[in-house]
């Protein structure tokens, strides 16, 4: 399997733009989660969905935020307008609920927002 | 609330030293408890598990024990080696280990020749 894959692996953009992270998890797993990660604050995690249901959103910072999960092989993480302060690493995990407890995390996306 | 606190580093040891990292933690019902790695430019890998008390999660030589007396789970390793560098994360989840990981702060490890 090709593991969790997340894209852009890089992205750079310009304060008040919209961005759009991208995430297909490992194939068969049922659970997606979003994390993001800074110095200042850790690792947080923003929002996780359940066979492509939104379960628990408390962590996404504001409502510039949003989620989808249209699939079961597909998730974005949209910022609108985006913020210097969102500047950070963005990790994608996957979980087969049937399985071990272990999330399996992306490769992760570095935003920078200037 | 649920919360983890692990201790600050870096830690840098020679390679052959023996490591421990401090993990406490502090949770409602019985959580189960991970150690993650991190290595530069790369997501967390999961390193260990324990679900239940006195179990001893082990991996690659490195060990950690759910000690419910006094909520730990530290992490060690007998003899660290040059590739052991990276950041490790303890972490928590509800029970069923679905619900969402607390991690702590993470620990820098560097390991020199």
Redesign the interface.
């Known amino acids: 399997d090709a593991g969790?894959i997340q894209s852009p692996r890089h992205e750079v953009t310009e304060m008040g733009q919209e961005v759009t992270l991208r995430c297909k998890p490992i194939s068969g797993h049922d659970?997606l989660?979003w994390y993001r990660q800074t110095m200042m604050r850790?690792?947080e995690?923003l929002i996780?969905f359940?066979n492509n249901v939104p379960i628990?959103d408390s962590?996404m910072p504001e409502d510039r935020f949003s989620a989808k999960m249209p699939n079961a092989s597909f998730s974005t993480l949209k910022i609108q307008p985006s913020e210097p302060r969102d500047s950070a690493v963005y990790?994608c995990?996957s979980?087969d609920?049937g399985g071990?407890?272990?999330?399996?995390?992306?490769?992760?996306t570095r935003l920078t927002v200037t | 609330g649920n919360s983890v606190t692990q201790m600050e580093g870096p830690v840098t040891l020679s390679e052959e030293a023996f490591l421990t990292i401090n993990c406490t933690y502090t949770a409602t019902g019985y959580p189960?408890l991970?150690w993650?790695v991190q290595y530069p430019?790369?997501?967390?890998?999961?390193l260990l598990?324990a679900?239940k008390a006195d179990d001893k999660g082990s991996n690659k030589g490195f060990e950690a024990t759910y000690r419910k007396e006094t909520t730990s789970f530290h992490l060690e390793k007998g003899s660290v080696q040059v590739s052991d560098s990276a950041v490790y994360?303890c972490a928590l989840?509800g029970s069923g280990?679905?619900?969402?990981?607390?991690?702590?702060?993470?620990t820098r490890l560097a390991v020199h020749p």
Do not use: C, H, R
């Open positions: 969790v659970y989660f850790g690792l995690l996780y359940n628990d962590g990790f995990a979980l609920g071990s407890y272990e999330q399996y995390f992306g490769p992760g | 189960s991970f993650y430019g790369e997501g967390l890998q999961l598990k679900t994360f989840s280990g679905y619900n969402k990981l607390i991690f702590g702060a993470g």
